[in-house]
């Protein structure tokens, strides 16, 4: 058994690990974009998309959920000759076909044809997989989602791998386990207090754990700290006539700011007479169908959410809220929130600048005082939004579409949003597996992310108990 790295080993982007059997075959575990400057292996990177590596050993592909840096190159992955099932969970394999419809659109064809072609090809192969249910890929291999807590019908992946084990580490000897290797993949772990879904639960056993690391340097603000930096934003919005322009992935972070909006409106609209003035703006026609996708798939939603719903309360859909659809409508709330005095949120793609309806947003709104931009989620080395969260606070600039525009606006980001676990929470996850692992590889985070965790672990972990990782790229 071996585990190669094909994404995610220099950065957070383009998650994609294959899981190699001593009988040749293979398991694909992700098969994401890559964004700004990160590179993977095979020379993959954001302007390279092509896979690069062998397909042809490949039994199946897991997806642990439908972000495009997890499952945005598999339209790559059949145009290489990839035949297999697409196993993920069921509410992925209802929010898949919007994701990729979407990345089609804006990545790869306007060819209305061409992408339905593609998306009855992702439909047919999709094996809509529950939580806690083994399905078995094939006589040596069997896999098992559980929930992830990242977004909604996000996983982490148990294999259990039957092999023959010569050329594994003797880690094994003497550990009297017949029944194979249960190798885990942790896909994006979920914060314990992320809004509107339960946090994930520890695996019951991992010999060998791939984990994913963006915040394995940080820990975030608590969540009654985070919804107050919010409305501070919002506030300086409603004194001035300003909007806050939040980028936002329109998957996850979106649905938990709405939820999150919601609760101010709802301990606020009585008494503070200003925010019955504010309107919210969710300015994606995507976001809005995962908007309706989550509210759909409230049975997933934490005790939480549910108990909401019950107090007659609508957790993502409000009186405030305005749905910008068209692309007309779009550049027509652009002009009028850059010119008039009316306060505003505005949500919109791409979480990290790199594109979509919120570049247009910023470059109106960027070069007035009056605006305040506020980060969500992780913003990845190269990309516009990385540029903006640095230099923006001292006055810079950054290029948008090859133009400099000055930062005037206000900055700020808010870490504990992004729907990620912290250094803490990743420590708590593995110190939970009952026996500690034998091998914990450390994948999707920075250089200094993965180091600090790294560190992390092995002071947390009983001596010797544990060897920690940090893959580089693999020929
Ligand atoms: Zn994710």
Redesign the pocket.
């Given at each position: 058994m071996h585990i190669k790295h094909h994404g995610a080993i220099n950065g957070v982007t383009g998650s994609c690990h294959e899981l190699g059997l001593e009988d040749g075959s293979s398991l694909l575990i992700d098969c994401g974009l890559f964004q700004g400057a990160e590179a993977g292996a095979d020379g993959a990177g954001a302007a390279h998309l092509e896979i690069g590596f062998d397909v042809a050993p490949v039994r199946a592909l897991v997806l642990t959920?439908v972000?495009i840096?997890?499952c945005g190159r598999l339209p790559y992955l059949l145009a290489a000759g990839y035949r297999g099932p697409i196993l993920c969970s069921p509410a992925s394999s209802e929010l898949l076909p919007l994701v990729l419809e979407d990345a089609l659109e804006i990545g790869v064809t306007r060819n209305r044809k061409l992408i339905e072609q593609v998306l009855a090809v992702v439909k047919e192969r999709t094996i809509a997989l529950p939580y806690g249910q083994w399905h078995q890929v094939t006589d040596k291999l069997r896999i098992r989602l559980q929930p992830a807590g990242?977004?909604l019908g996000s996983a982490y992946v148990e294999c259990d791998v039957h092999d023959s084990d010569k050329g594994m580490r003797s880690a094994m000897d003497g550990s009297g386990d017949k029944s194979g290797r249960r190798v885990v993949f942790s896909g994006?772990l979920g914060a314990p207090d992320t809004p509107l879904l339960p946090g994930p639960q520890p695996p019951e056993r991992a010999d060998v754990l791939v984990l994913e690391s963006t915040y394995g340097d940080h820990n975030h603000q608590d969540c009654s700290a985070r919804v107050e930096r919010l409305r501070a934003a919002i506030e300086h919005a409603l004194a001035d006539g300003g909007t806050v322009l939040i980028p936002a992935f329109s998957i996850?972070r979106t649905q938990e700011l709405l939820y999150e909006l919601e609760e101010l409106f709802h301990q606020l609209g009585e008494t503070a007479a200003t925010w019955r003035d504010l309107q919210i703006v969710l300015d994606s026609p995507l976001a809005a169908d995962f908007t309706r996708g989550y509210q759909r798939l409230r049975k997933h939603w934490d005790a939480e959410a549910k108990s909401r719903i019950r107090q007659g309360r609508h957790p993502l859909a409000f009186e405030q809220l305005i749905t910008v659809d068209t692309h007309d409508a779009h550049q027509r709330m652009v002009n009028y929130l850059a010119h008039s005095r009316q306060p505003a949120v505005v949500i919109a793609a791409s979480g990290m600048c790199a594109g979509g309806r919120m570049v247009n947003y910023l470059k109106a709104m960027l070069g007035d005082p009056r605006h305040d931009v506020l980060f969500v989620g992780y913003q990845a080395a190269g990309t516009p939004g990385r540029d903006i969260q640095r230099y923006g606070p001292r006055g810079g600039y950054v290029m948008l579409d090859g133009e400099r525009h000055d930062i005037r606006a206000q900055i700020h980001a808010i870490g504990g949003y992004s729907a990620h676990a912290d250094q803490r929470n990743l420590i708590d996850f593995v110190k939970d597996i009952p026996a500690p692992p034998q091998e914990i590889r450390l994948v999707h985070g920075d250089t200094d992310a993965k180091a600090a965790l790294r560190d992390a672990l092995r002071q947390e972990l009983p001596t010797g108990s544990t060897q920690v990782l940090i893959p580089g790229r693999e020929r």
């Open positions: 959920h972000h840096d997890h990242h977004i994006d996850g």
